[in-house]
């Protein structure tokens, strides 16, 4: 493990036996799947044990040298991982009680990158108010695909806080998106994904394509990697947007990277299938946070962590909400520092006139 800081460059050796990869797929399955059989105690037991092993293996050797800001840079098998979900305290019983661990969520904000030259590169986009968001409806998709009931509302709440415009329904198509795709935005992408388990650059965004003439409704992964984006953030609120093939070395291989690599400054993206519902409530105390200038890590972090106040201890469980991360540049989203120049100037000058004006109006 390295840890690197503004000035501090340590190297922390942690002994990992034959049980490590076992504990990640322990993760993994209880992240990915909801247990409700007779041996969801079992199951809740193994997936706790697993939480605190890897903060035993992962975290506590190094904790001395932490703030509370964390910038994760995993290899292999751990980037499948959610650190926030992962518990600095075993579990107090083998009751069900996800409302009781005391996650990491709690004393870190955490970011997440592939790589420190992506993470540092000195293409800074400036920050804009403006956001583009897309909410397809699947009404008469070849796929059959549900219409997912919550993204309209999670939109609207965005636009709350946010200048811009949302594309619904028929109007949500690959076509539209990509006449905007250069524009220097926010974009907010709430739709399904298809995910290639065999080749991720097939993994792919789906629109709706009822109007659309000129695209098929699939954006797919190698087609966002010709692109050119200036986007300061793009949110993938879909399912699995950060999964895909990984290449030792390398990292995930998944829609999310692939905005990266096309120039987005930085992206929001799940590990695994999402709850609608839970996604809703996320994103919109997300983007109300990023409003009040905070950092997009910290951002999400307080939405999470009002999320798990605000609800039953049966939908507390990491599935809900420990699947959205943030990659990249976690800068605030705010007016560029020229505007409040701009704006300080013209108000500056406004009360020297009207200052004048009165010394005028009292002499006549």
């Given at each position: 493990i390295f840890t690197i800081s503004k000035d501090k460059l340590n190297f922390t050796s942690s002994?990992?036996?034959?049980s490590f990869n076992t504990q990640v797929e322990s993760i993994k399955k209880g992240l990915t799947?909801?247990?409700?059989?007779?041996?969801s105690h079992i199951t809740y037991k193994n997936y706790t044990h697993?939480?605190?092993?890897?903060?035993e293996k992962l975290i506590k050797p190094i904790k001395e040298n932490l703030t509370t800001k964390l910038i994760i840079i995993p290899d292999e098998e751990i980037s499948y991982l959610p650190f926030d979900a992962l518990i600095s305290s075993p579990a107090k019983s083998d009751e069900i009680g996800y409302d009781e661990l005391h996650y990491l969520l709690y004393d870190y904000s955490i970011t997440y990158g592939y790589t420190s030259s992506l993470l540092y590169r000195n293409e800074k986009k400036l920050a804009t108010k403006c956001v583009y968001a897309f909410s397809p409806s699947y009404t008469v998709s070849p796929e059959k695909l549900p219409n997912l009931k919550g993204t309209n509302k999670e939109i609207q709440s965005i636009l709350n806080w946010f200048n811009g415009n949302a594309f619904y329904g028929k109007d949500a198509s690959e076509h539209n998106f990509k006449e905007l795709i250069n524009q220097h935005a926010i974009f907010h992408l709430a739709m399904h994904t298809q995910t290639d388990p065999n080749n991720s650059k097939y993994s792919s965004l789906v629109f709706?394509?009822?109007?659309?003439?000129?695209?098929?409704?699939?954006?797919?992964?190698y087609?966002?990697?010709?692109?050119?984006?200036n986007s300061p953030m793009v949110v993938l609120s879909g399912c699995s947007t950060a999964s895909g093939d990984l290449y030792h070395g390398?990292?995930?291989?998944?829609?999310?990277r692939g905005f990266l690599l096309a120039g987005a400054s930085s992206v929001v993206n799940t590990l695994w299938d999402v709850n609608d519902e839970a996604s809703a409530k996320i994103m919109s105390d997300f983007y109300y946070n990023l409003s009040r200038g905070y950092e997009k890590g910290e951002s999400l972090r307080m939405a999470k962590i009002n999320y798990l106040k605000n609800s039953l201890p049966t939908y507390t469980n990491p599935y809900y909400w420990a699947a959205y991360e943030v990659m990249g540049d976690n800068t605030p989203i705010r007016l560029n520092n020229r505007v409040y120049y701009l704006l300080g100037l013209v108000s500056g000058i406004s009360l020297a006139l009207f200052y004048i004006f009165l010394r005028w109006a009292r002499r006549s």
């Open positions: 002994y990992i036996d034959s799947t909801l247990d409700y059989s007779n041996d697993a939480l605190f092993y890897l903060y709706n394509n009822q109007n659309d003439t000129i695209e098929d409704g699939k954006l797919f992964n087609e966002v990697s010709l692109c050119r984006i390398e990292g995930i291989m998944s829609l999310g």
